[in-house]
């Protein structure tokens, strides 16, 4: 009894505390979305992400892009100098977006076919509107991003020729077998 009693007084006050704790404002998110997260492309291609970043209407802070990071699987080469040469949206107040290219990826010509992936990061500022620049960077956003290089269509063509080659020697070597009896 006196631990069901203990219990309670407990569940009451962890209760009691979370009752009183102010909800978080979700006024500082910033909207990051990729248009094309999963994307193909042969070696020797260049794939182009494109995406949508907003700050929402209803917001109460300006947002500071300031940069970028990112993570992508080797071989893979990145080009943000798109993000990093654009500064149409380098400051988005409440209600500000921004919809074009962030980033290039470079298939090297040796790459094997298969799946890569990669995660593209804002990093910037959040300033409450009226109180000026803090200077902490922070990852405002982030979207994570496929890749899918498949093998070049020459390849497809020897192949193609291998196996008709290996058909036609399997085929010659049946025709000459001395029938069984």
Sequence with gaps: MKSIRLSLILFL????????VKEAKADSTL????????????PGDVLTFSATVANPSDSAVVMYLNSDSFNLDSPLIMDDSPYNNNPDFWVL??????????????????TS????MGS?????????????????????A??????????????YLLFGTGL??????FRRRLVHLPALH
């Design 142 to 155: 982030s979207a994570d991003f496929d890749i899918t290089v498949t093998p070049e269509p020459s390849s």
């Design 93 to 110: 107040n409440p209600g500000d977006s921004y919809t074009g290219v962030l980033f290039n990826v470079d298939i090297p010509s040796d």
């Design 120 to 140: 593209f990061f804002i990093l910037g500022e959040i300033d409450p509107v009226g109180t000026g620049n803090s200077g902490a960077t922070n990852t405002l």
């Design 13 to 20: 006050t962890i209760a009691g505390c979370l009752l009183t």
């Design 164 to 169: 008709a080659v290996l058909a036609g020697a």
């Design 31 to 42: 909207s990051f979305s990729l248009l094309e997260p999963n994307q193909s492309g042969d």
């Design 113 to 116: 076919p298969g799946a890569y």
